[in-house]
Structure formats: C-alpha cells, structure tokens
C-alpha cells in the first residue's frame, strides 16, 4: 500500500495560507475564553457551560450552514463567517475594557462564535476535495491539521496566556486583526476553491428551494450502513470526551496548581501530539490501512483521558493529553478523508453539517455532564469520560477495522468533476483510483 507523494499544488497552498490566518484567530479566541472565564467565575458548571455553548450551536445552525454551503460560493462563506467573528472580536475587547463583561456576555459571544464556526467549518471542509483528488486527501487534511496545531498552539496559545497577563486589550485586538485578515485572504482564493464545478455536473435539474434540503445529509448518511454505524459511535464518544475535557482549564489551574500564565505553554504538550501524529498519519495508513489505524487510535485516546483522571498530577496530565491529542488528530484525519471520498461533492457541506448536528450537538450534554461530576471532584469527570469511552473503543474494535482507505471509495463524482471544468494548477496531479483540546469529528 502505496502513499501519493504527488505535490497538492499551488491552489491548496493558497487554500492552506487562508486557514493558516484563521486558525491564529481560533487559537487566540480558544484560549482567551476560559481564562476569561475563570476571572468572571470559579463555578465548575459555569465554566463548563463555555464549552457546551461552543457546541450548542451545531445543534441549530450546522444543517443551514451547509445548505448555505452547498449554495454559494464558499469563498464567500468562508469570508462571511471570518467576517462576522472579526465584530465578535472587536466586541469582546470591548467589554472587557470597559468593565462589562460578565460570564454571560461571555456565553453569548461564544454561541454567536459558535454559530458562524458551523459556516467557516463546513465550507474549509468542502472547499478540500474539490481541489485535491481522493488519493491525496489524507495528506491534505493531515498538512491543514498540522498547520492548525503549530498556529493555533505554538503560537496563539502562549502567546495569549502571556500577554493575559500584561494586559487583556492586546491579545483580544490581535484577535480582532488575524480574522479581518482571513476575510481578505478568503475571497483571494482562486475560483476551482468555489465548489462550483460540482453544481454545474446537476445544472441540469430542477433546483430545489432551500428549504426542501434540510433532510438531505440525512437521507444520505442513513442509507449508507458505514456512515450510519460510524456516524451514531462517533457522537457517543464525542458525547464522553466533551464529558472529560469540559472542565480542563479548571482541573489544571485548581487541582493540579498549574498558573494560569502557564496554560497556554501546557497545551503545547496537546500541540506536540496532533502535529507529530499529522506527519505520522500516511505512515500508519500505508502500513495497517485507515481502518485499523481508526480503531487503535480511537482505543488509545479513550485510555489516554481514563489516566489523567486515575494520576490526577502534571506530568500525567500532559502525557495524556499528548497522547489524546495525537490519536484523536489521526483519527480526524482519517475520518475527514473517507467522508470527503464517500460524500458527492454536491453533498459535502449538507452531509457536514448533519453530521456535526449530531456529534457537536450532543457535545454540550457531555459538557454539562462533566460539570457536575467536576463539583462532586474534578478528576471524575476524566474517570467516568475516559473509562466509559475505553469499553465502547473495546466493543466497536473490530467495526472500525472494515472501514476502507479514502482512495479506494468511488462516489460518483470523479468523471462528473473532469468534465465540469476541476482545475489544474499546473502543481497537482489527478491519480485515477477511488484533521484549542482535541474534539473529534
């Protein structure tokens, strides 16, 4: 089994700088919030409901996000989305310098954050596929991974909680900067980045008012019996991770004494992690096949959380979360890449958004969850998370050792793509044959 070392090209590049600037900005915002949040609060349900409202919206918005996908131009999704959290950024900083903020001004930027996520996420998801082929997307989707961890860790993560501590103003106006910067880079990119070459292969049928597209992911995600089993085990682990992790700025900062200048530097060991595993992951690929790398990566991450509960001290928190965050970022890729290979192109931003509709949505349930262990004690929470998801890791083992390698799906769309006009950088080759704490997709 063979890995595709043909150069993903010129318009992926462009497409890797776009994401590059906006994952700064994620990075920033990820790590603002809960340090902001423990300034307002010491409540560990309180704090836990930053992250549960991060998800909610998935719940709400992420099957609109996608028919807005699969509709206009994702470009310009991606720049509306950028758009929108630029004005969020700008009022965080706002608030905060004025005195104002408390922890449910706070909520309600993350939710509205959180709704625009479901744009930007879906569209960077689709926008891949239509200008790499099958065979290089675990490659693609491992190098934004990895692009995604250095920024976001290496550098917004530190960062932030350093200049936290000098003054809150520079970190949330640089935040401000980095997303109106994105919006830019966003409507540079060239037009094969549009998702319309796989409209044109349907311009032949009637369109379908909007409103009428709601239960298309749907459809399609039951009536295929791999996505369907993959889709419901995928949220219920995602339900015991959020579970887990929901309270870890608090378990770090309160329990195990670490300073809060400190937290963004403790997240690097969760950088270190999913950017090695990102390079790793065509290594495992060519020598077990995706499925099998799926099911000891997945296995592996659940155990990773089960001991940072069970060695409540530093060392074991960052060895964990260096081991969960480098087999959840294995496993991200991977996944991401069959679904690109199994989901028309047509389809990919409907298909995404009800896909993330279960997982995501139900995420803030298992941050709720992990709250209120977190108040009885905040190793439970890891415990009951990481214990729970070892035995369904144990159970669905050797389901995820069937699923195929991306490049040996066909969905129907390579021959319709070649003939509605996909682009050729003059980089890349077509081959002919059929991805702040780590959350899974």
Do not use: C
Request: avoid cysteine; hydrophobic fraction near 55%; glycine fraction near 12%.
């Amino acid at each position: 089994m063979s890995v595709n070392k043909a150069p993903l090209g010129r318009t992926f590049g462009n497409l890797f700088t776009a994401n590059l600037a906006s994952s700064l900005g994620d990075g920033i915002a990820r790590t603002a919030m809960p340090l902001l949040a423990v300034r307002v609060t010491d409540d560990p349900l309180l704090i836990s409901g930053i992250a549960a409202l991060a998800l909610l919206p998935w719940l709400f918005f992420a099957i609109p996000a996608g028919i807005l996908i699969d509709r206009i131009d994702r470009r310009l999704a991606l720049a509306i989305a950028n758009g929108v959290r630029t004005v969020l950024a700008v009022a965080l900083l706002v608030l905060s310098v004025g005195g104002g903020l408390t922890i449910w001004w706070l909520y309600l930027v993350v939710f509205v954050y959180g709704m625009f996520e479901t744009v930007y996420d879906g569209a960077i998801r689709a926008v891949v596929p239509s200008i790499v082929d099958r065979g290089n997307l675990p490659r693609a989707n491992a190098r934004i991974e990895a692009g995604e961890q250095v920024v976001q860790n290496f550098v917004s993560g530190p960062v932030t909680s350093l200049l936290f501590v000098i003054a809150v103003v520079i970190p949330l106006g640089l935040n401000a900067l980095v997303y109106a910067a994105a919006v830019v880079l966003a409507l540079l990119l060239p037009r094969v980045a549009s998702g319309h070459q796989f409209t044109a292969m349907v311009d032949g049928e009637p369109r379908v008012a909007w409103y009428r597209q709601f239960v298309d992911g749907f459809r399609f995600i039951m009536a295929n019996r791999m996505m369907r089993t993959l889709w419901f085990y995928s949220t219920f682990i995602g339900v015991l991770f959020s579970m887990a992790t929901a309270g870890l700025v608090l378990f770090l900062l309160s329990r195990l004494g670490l300073p809060e200048a400190l937290f963004g530097v403790f997240m690097l060991s969760g950088a270190i992690g999913g950017i090695l595993a990102s390079f790793a992951v065509g290594w495992f690929k060519s020598r077990w096949g995706a499925g099998l790398t799926m099911a000891v990566m997945d296995l592996v991450s659940a155990a990773g959380l089960l001991f940072m509960g069970l060695v409540p001290t530093l060392w074991a928190a960052a060895l964990g979360f260096f081991v969960t965050s480098a087999t959840i970022t294995v496993w991200n890729v991977l996944i991401m890449s069959l679904r690109q290979s199994v989901v028309p192109g047509r389809l990919l931003g409907r298909v995404h958004g009800t896909w993330r509709t279960l997982l995501w949505g139900s995420m803030p349930l298992g941050a709720l969850l992990g709250g209120l262990l977190g108040r009885v004690d905040l190793t439970l929470p890891f415990i009951v998370g990481g214990g729970l998801a070892t035995l369904a890791s144990i159970l669905f083992f050797r389901f995820l050792m069937t699923l195929p390698n991306p490049e040996d799906v066909d969905n129907g769309d390579r021959a319709g793509a070649d003939s509605a006009g996909r682009v050729d950088d003059g980089d890349s080759q077509d081959d002919v044959g059929p991805a702040g704490v780590p959350v899974l997709d």
